[in-house]
């Protein structure tokens, strides 16, 4: 999923999961190695390696932090791999000359949204998709960037319904169904996560991300087979997915 979702906040937050019946482990389970993608331009980018740092939490601590892998989604901006925090910076000051200019400038709202949040500057960045969304109510964009960010403050609720009214308005984003799921995990509702993976997969079949915290979920709720089954599709496509399988399918 390194090619996936958008690079949601390159590096930037780690989803913690924990599972119910197998061990886990903080900084090399799938999340944790991403970052979902805030940023969002107008070709979308892709993360679900990247959506987002998506990682297991230690088996004795069922503390939830971010996620993601390869996940993002678009509107004018470059990936955030190709950016830095002065690049953020200018792209704030240039949203804010455009909007003294017109105070209702929506894209210019979304591009400091997204930047403000790759800053972390996560509450800031909430406050101005708000006021996207209040002038276009149908923004998908908006919407799935307010979700991600809100992975990011570990209000996995709102988050899961930022993602859901992402896919009202596109149906087939493959990032948004992997971010509903990955808030899902941080719920610990692994059953509930499964679809959404499962949906991603459809629409991705390469999405290495889906397949491995598919799989961890299954492995979450005694499932050893179709969890094995999943994780050894995850490695075969991306390498570094070798370690979820290590962990959650009994091969440590």
């Known amino acids: 999923m390194k090619n996936g979702l958008l690079y949601l906040v390159a590096g930037a937050a780690t989803v913690l999961l924990t599972t119910q019946c197998a061990s ?20 979308r980018l892709p993360t679900a390696s990247a959506i987002t740092n998506a990682a297991a939490a230690p088996a004795t601590s069922p503390t ?32 804010d000359a455009a909007l003294k200019a017109k105070p209702k400038d929506a894209e210019a709202l979304l591009l400091r949204a997204k930047a403000k949040s790759h800053l972390k500057d996560y509450r800031e960045a909430v406050t101005d998709y708000n006021t996207v969304l209040r ?7 908006a919407y799935y960037n307010r979700g991600l960010t809100r992975l990011k403050l570990k209000e996995y609720t709102p988050a899961i319904s930022d993602f859901s009214k992402a896919l009202k ?10 971010g509903r799921g990955a808030a899902k995990m941080q719920l610990f509702n692994f059953k509930a ?13 390469a999405y290495a991300d889906a397949w491995e915290y598919r799989g961890i979920s299954y492995s979450s709720i005694n499932k050893p087979k179709e969890a094995k089954a999943d994780l050894e599709k995850a490695a075969a496509i991306n390498p570094e997915a070798a370690k979820s399988l290590r962990r959650y399918a009994g091969k440590e």
């Open 135 to 141: 002038l276009k109510p149908t923004n998908a964009e």
């Open 24 to 43: 886990t482990a903080e900084n090399d389970t799938p999340g944790a190695r991403r970052a979902v993608s805030t940023e969002t331009s107008a070709p």
């Open 169 to 178: 308005y596109r149906p087939d984003d493959k990032e948004a169904f992997f």
């Open 64 to 95: 939830p932090a971010l996620t993601a892998s390869t996940a993002a989604t678009p509107t004018v901006v470059e990936p955030a791999a190709r950016k830095n925090n002065a690049d953020y910076k200018a792209d704030i000051r240039a949203a």
């Open 193 to 205: 996560a499964i679809p959404d993976f499962t949906k991603a997969i459809s629409l991705d079949s």
